[in-house]
């Protein structure tokens, strides 16, 4: 079946585009990213718990959560900074897997009203080097992403 | 004069490497960096006094400044965060100048300790696209930064 969210990234350079469509109004999809409880639930799934450990959620806000096996040892934890929040619009921000040697990413997420039923996602994700972004390229990241997007879309519609 | 502030970028890519060796203890060099009082004198010049307006300097913490001409004008103000602090070895923060076309960039500032009184700075700016870096490129940037470092030399070694 094909994926629904699509990554976009052009040899040598430092970036990904990740492009996704929702059956969702944008106030919803900017929802699911900056506020904390519904984050966790989308981000939550058979093999990994999510638990937010901190979420300002504002310009030079600070955030960092965890993803935790069914026995409760924690997997990783991820943390990062939100450089501007405009709601509904953008958010930028960075963003690290703690550990991983891919490094500290800056992130440009652009919501678009399609409808008022629809929008669009656009995550601009820019590496510190071509090689490290090719890392990640080659970790099923793809796929790991557009799961994560189908659990947003499921738990975001119960809140419609 | 040759300048000693060094700029390195490579066709295509999204970033600059900027390299400057100085006469400062790496203790110094840091705090140049992350003291608002200090920061404020090396960046003021005959045409521009700046002012720290906000500077949360920890992890996580936020930092803004602003550009004033000799009658007060603001001339710009710029504006970010600290992703990671680790003292007197490395910043990772966000820049953007405000309503600049540059829109935000990651730094990644790496202090080298060379002997007990000299030093090395290594930024690495990374852009959105290689577009926006060129763009810069083509400003007098390597001159202004080579003058901003020739006064962090002078104004630190008084505090040495």
Request: negative net charge; without cysteine.
């Amino acid at each position: 079946m094909e994926r629904k969210t699509k990554v976009h990234a052009e040899e040598g350079k430092h970036d990904v585009v990740i492009t996704r469509e929702f059956d969702l109004p944008v106030e919803l999809l900017f929802k699911a990213h900056m506020e904390p409880e519904i984050f966790e639930q989308w981000m939550t799934h058979d093999y990994g718990t999510v638990k937010v450990l901190k979420f300002e959620n504002k310009k030079h806000g600070g955030w960092q959560f965890q993803n935790a096996d069914p026995n409760g040892n924690v997997v990783f934890r991820a943390n990062g900074v939100f450089h501007e929040v405009i709601p509904n619009q953008k958010i930028i921000r960075t963003f690290e897997m703690e550990g991983s040697p891919l490094e500290v990413q800056l992130e440009f997420l652009e919501f678009e009203k399609l409808t008022d039923d629809t929008s669009r996602l656009r995550m601009h994700s820019i590496y510190r080097t071509p090689e490290l972004r090719d890392q990640l390229l080659k970790q099923p990241f793809a796929a790991g992403l557009n799961m994560a997007h189908n659990r947003l879309q499921n738990v975001l519609s119960k809140l419609k």
